[in-house]
């Protein structure tokens, strides 16, 4: 596979996409929203093109998480997200 177009720090796009699921669900547990982004951004790692990168993980993981901050409830992590 070719490599992606434009190179990113993971780590630092986690932070950033944990930090504005964050401010949108302030009653999710910080530590669920983090790993959720990080499991989005791993899921496209791979992507040719990560431009958009942070904002399509920000959304999947708000979409993910969107049950949680309805419910009140923690959900089960230890199952990987759909791909």
Do not use: Q, W
Request: glycine letters at 6%; charged letters at 35%; aromatic letters at 2%.
């Amino acid at each position: 596979m070719d490599k992606p177009t434009r190179d990113y720090d993971a780590a630092e796009l986690v932070d950033e996409v944990t930090g504005r699921v964050s401010k949108r669900l302030p009653d999710v547990d910080g530590d669920l929203i983090r790993r959720e982004a990080e499991a989005s951004v791993e899921s496209h790692a791979d992507a040719r093109v990560t431009d958009f990168l942070g904002i399509i993980a920000e959304r999947e993981t708000r979409e993910r998480l969107s049950g949680v901050a309805e419910a009140g409830a923690d959900i089960d992590t230890s199952v990987p997200p759909p791909s």
